[in-house]
């Protein structure tokens, strides 16, 4: 989520040449370009934030409050350790950035000549992507109580592809962002026994299961996460036939609201060279004991097939404190891929440029640590002993990562299965 705190000016703060005076610093000429690249994608009608700001008149009044928040690095919302990897969509500030906000609001937040001012850009209406190809939708609203304990419900969806898609563009929406924690599309595949007996088109808490899992991942909403925007000749696999699962957490706030959540795809315009997957390194055995603090949870797998790496996003629930990943390459060598402090209500994804290329070997490690103790102002309860578990109050440690690898590379191959140890020989 690109909010109006998280502005990065191309413009730093100046001097008028020979007076000692600050230069002016106007929202024509200084601060809406950067609304325009930074921030409009949600700060508009029917979008994630709270208020538009497309106009001088709608972000005048909000001067002093942007001062102040990136002023104290409450905002943007980026909690990536800057020493350990570079990541393509790091919005935070630098100091040159943060003191011109902080001088347009000194100055009285001026507005500037108008003429010239280059226009919005047109936006397609209801999403953050270019219009969709494919919109997989809820068929019905559902229903979301004031309080209580929501399960998990899951919808089948089904694409109704009879031919191979690929995948370059996808965007999860919530229909109430309020209620929404969060929303996994999950892959079902033509075959697959997973889910079997369930409903299709109807929302439901699973309890057949059927065998299996799901066949991929196709798009995800938590807050601050954004859509998913592949590089020119990459892409996902979509094949003819398949089901789209929805996984869908809803929380309780105190209000009722209707949801009927979506997702929309863009199939690739050109010739798709690498398929992309999502793959974890995940951790469910785990007990958080009462009052502790740093507790520390592992896990880890190896690659099976050469990877480019495109993303990495930490997964936890309240009592998350660090995430720390790395890799260990077949050399033995180790390099931090990335540290984080996290933050529940921030779910960020963090891209990496192109060219990181994992060999075949290298183990992927991930290091979370938990806060359980009454210091964790988002703890629900620093008495009680944690465990695994769907809902907020329990905890999770799931390290997602996504990769690019050769199209005729099989996704089976992308983890390396443990190797049997040899036999004793016989007397």
Known sequence: MRLFFGLCFATALGFAANTGKS???TFHKDVLPVLQAKCQGCHRPGEAAPFALQTYQQARPLAKAMREAVLTKRMPPWFADPHIGKFTNDWSLSEAEVKTIAAWADQGAPEGKAAGAKPNPVFTNGWQIPQPDLVIEMPEPFDVAASGTIDYTYYILPTGLTEDKWVSIAEARPGARAQVHHIIAFLREPGSQWLAGEPVGKGFVPKKGGRGGPDGFLAGYAPGMLPMKLRPGQAMLLKAGTDVVFQMHYTANGKTAKDQSKIGVVFSKEPVKQRVH???VQNGRFVIPAGADDFPVKAALTLGADVELLDLQPHMHARGKTALMKAVYPTGEEEKLLAIKWDF????NYDLPAG???????????LNT????????????PKAEVRWGDQSWEEMMINFFRVAVDVNVPARSLVARPTAAPKPAAD
């Open 278 to 280: 999502m793959m974890q």
């Open 345 to 348: 209500n921030w779910q960020l």
């Open 23 to 25: 230069a002016p610093v």
């Open 356 to 366: 990181k290329i994992l060999p075949k070997g290298t183990r992927i490690e991930g």
């Open 370 to 381: 938990y806060d359980n103790t009454p210091n964790n102002k988002f703890n629900p309860d």
